[in-house]
């Protein structure tokens, strides 16, 4: 069984950036696509960025595009994500898990918040 846990998040002003790192227990977290999810207070989550099992393929959704950047270890089993830029709307628990079913059983997130 795989186990997630995710660090990284903070406070930020706007224009700022963090890095985001997903530490995951078990060997077939390289056999599989990951991505980062947000869950923004009072919505429901929704995912944010994938990478590819071989880190050759990301996909992001269009308000990070630029900004974001997933990157993955498979010999640390640790997905990243760089966010730069940071906007209030940004403002959120954000989650790893398998792409696109997220299959493992959910991490306690890592929060982040980001000031006007």
């Known amino acids: 069984q795989v186990q997630l846990v995710e660090s990284g998040g903070g406070l930020v002003q706007a224009g700022g950036s963090l890095r985001l790192s997903c530490a995951a227990s078990?060997?077939?977290?390289?056999?599989?696509?990951m991505g980062w999810y947000r869950q923004a207070p009072g919505k429901e989550r929704e995912p944010v960025v994938a990478i590819s099992w071989s880190g050759r393929i990301t996909y992001y959704i269009d308000s990070v595009k630029g900004r974001f950047a997933i990157a993955r270890d498979n010999a640390k089993n640790t997905v990243y994500l760089q966010m730069n830029r940071l906007n209030p709307e940004d403002t959120a628990i954000y989650y790893c898990?398998?792409?696109?079913?997220?299959?493992?059983?959910w991490g306690q997130g890592t929060s982040v918040t980001v000031s006007s």
């Open positions: 898990n398998a792409d696109p079913s997220p299959r493992y059983a």
């Open positions: 078990g060997r077939s977290f390289s056999s599989y696509d």
